[in-house]
């Protein structure tokens, strides 16, 4: 099951998926409208349940990014919906598929999350706040079997990034292909072992706990 | 630091086609070059290895053993060889098509293709980013039936296939390196028990490696993508090299894989419990911090592993070794002699 906003990108990317053999199902929606939600779980019970569920979309705020001291609360309140409150909201409707099927949550987050970069703090902020609640979710679901992990993808060459970086040329950023590995890597883990770990899909490690 | 930085000729006519125990001698009957801290060469047999150490030195070897990785497989193209090289999963692996052992890719194959093994199945999903000749290939049965059905050990133009047992060390206990750790084949029980009569102690990590890098092919040394390995540094390995280094001791890594396994586990201080997938890439510009030497064979020109090399000494003083090591015909690869090289002493460390 895949959703976006956006009705032909989606599409495109469900016709990819089926060209490698998957079966997919595309629905069409805004993340934060609670029927929407309601629906995509509707849809995945039928076909069979969740196992694994990614939380990608995001919303990077006003651009160009403001300091924080002259951003607009409505926006950043807006930002914290998609990117901290309705993943959470997800997660919750969820659990009855995830329980079922000791299913995997990942949540992507940003290391904008982490360091503190001037005009990142709406984004920033609301990327932290999903570090915090994936890892307190890993601690509460543990003994319902669900793990959950973050990761942080890194630089790649994308809408978002290039929306971040409105007047810089992104060309030498790698395609999201560089991370293909990563999630291949990730997938074919236990997760109860991964479970509360953040990883950088870029990055030269690839831990689980020794 | 540029590609050509670690360039020298290729001294084909001193490859090893064949292990000492293959003519009639001893594992251990291969010569030592020590390369010291001050630059100089000095040249042994492989059992003097435990007079060359002191007390209170430890080794740290590579566990892992040799899987029989390469397969025979069948494409579009005809025959071919299918090298495993990391594995994801027992139906999930990184791997290599090559026209044939001493023949390398890439081959002009692309996503989906088929490949053939037996009574099983190879998807080819997507070659890795980066490096164009290695693919994630998505098997139809285990690859661990397929190995135990087709496979045999991977080797290259320069030496013929021998037994399983010949890529196995004294130290192999966990099967998943697609390529013999070999740095420490000459170590037998009777230079396993000399060295802990000297009161030189061993212990041991896990990685599992891939199969050797190419050469470099970004014009940048450090740009060089490298793949993931699995590897395990337990608890009591970490405490015993800390230890060794409380007292004064020194820590040799037996094989290059060591030292990959060890600095990934480095914190800076320590050598920390650490498990996983490393990509890690040691060059000039990261440095090694974990080891104080470095026990390993001679390795070919403008690859990783002259990289690391050269992160531990200096491209100089490397080529200055390899000369020498040129000049008494020391014998490359995997079944020929060992190098000790000692890292170059850092004022204020």
């Not at chain 2, 980066?130 to 059905?149: C, D, E, H, N, V």
Request: aromatic content about 6%; charged content about 20%; glycine content about 8%.
């Amino acid at each position: 099951m895949i959703t976006s906003r956006t009705e032909e990108e989606l599409h495109d990317a469900a016709a990819s998926l089926r060209a490698m053999g998957a079966k997919v199902s595309a629905i069409t929606g805004d993340i934060n409208d609670p029927n929407h939600r309601t629906r995509l779980l509707q849809e995945t019970n039928l076909m069979g349940g969740v196992s694994l569920l990614v939380n990608n979309a995001s919303d990077l705020g006003e651009t160009p990014r403001p300091e924080l001291a002259r951003a607009s609360i409505d926006r950043f309140r807006q930002t914290l919906e998609t990117n901290l409150v309705s993943p959470l909201a997800l997660i919750q409707q969820a659990l009855p598929q995830l329980q079922q099927s000791h299913g995997l949550v990942i949540n992507i987050t940003s290391d904008a999350g982490e360091a503190g970069y001037e005009r990142w703090g709406i984004y920033g902020s609301s990327k932290a706040g999903l570090e915090l609640v994936s890892k307190t979710l890993a601690a509460e679901l543990k003994p319902l079997g669900i793990s959950v992990v973050t990761v942080d993808p890194g630089d790649m060459r994308t809408q978002m990034h290039q929306e971040a970086f409105p007047d810089e040329d992104i060309s030498d950023r790698p395609l999201p292909e560089v991370t293909l590995p990563f999630w291949a890597w990730l997938i074919h883990q236990d997760p109860p072992t991964l479970s509360g770990m953040r990883y950088q899909a870029q990055g030269t490690l690839w831990e689980i706990p020794a | 630091m540029r590609r050509e930085e670690l360039s020298f000729e290729r001294p084909t006519h001193l490859f090893a086609s064949q292990p000492p125990e293959m003519r009639g001698q001893s594992r251990d009957d291969v010569r030592l070059m020590v390369t010291w801290p001050e630059g100089d060469n000095t040249h042994h047999t492989f059992t003097e290895l435990p007079t060359l150490l002191k007390p209170g030195d430890l080794l740290v070897v590579n566990e892992s053993a040799t899987l029989p990785a390469s397969l025979p497989a069948t494409s579009r193209l005809g025959s071919i060889r299918l090298n495993l090289s990391t594995r994801f999963s027992d139906d999930l692996w990184i791997a290599e098509p090559r026209w044939s052992p001493s023949r390398p890719g890439p081959l002009p194959l692309d996503e989906g293709d088929m490949l053939q093994i037996g009574d099983g199945a190879g998807k080819l999903l997507k070659s890795y980013p980066g490096i164009p000749r290695l693919w994630l290939t998505q098997f139809s049965a285990a690859t661990s039936i397929l190995m135990g059905k087709y496979g045999e050990p991977i080797h290259y133009s320069y030496a013929p296939v021998y037994p399983l047992e010949v890529y196995q060390t004294l130290f192999s206990r966990l099967p998943g390196s697609a390529e013999m750790p070999s740095a420490a084949r000459p170590i037998t029980p009777r230079v396993h028990n000399m060295l802990l009569a000297h009161g030189i102690g061993i212990t041991g990590v896990i990685l599992h490696t891939g199969v050797s890098s190419l050469e470099i092919e970004d014009e940048t040394v450090e740009h060089q993508v490298l793949y993931p390995e699995p590897f395990h540094v337990s608890a009591a390995t970490a405490n015993a090299i800390n230890a060794a280094h409380a007292r004064g001791g020194r820590v040799v890594a037996v094989g290059t894989t060591v030292v990959r396994a060890l600095e990934t586990a480095w914190t800076g201080k320590v050598i920390r419990a650490c498990a996983g997938d490393t990509s890690l890439y040691l060059h000039p510009g990261t440095g090694v911090h974990a080891v104080d030497g470095l026990l390993t064979g001679l390795h070919d020109p403008v690859t990783s592993h002259l990289a690391m090399l050269s992160a531990l000494i200096g491209i100089g003083r490397v080529k200055e070794a390899y000369q020498e090591a040129i000049r008494h015909r020391y014998l490359w690869h995997e079944f020929g002699d060992s190098h000790l090289i000692w890292k170059q002493r850092v004022e204020n460390n």
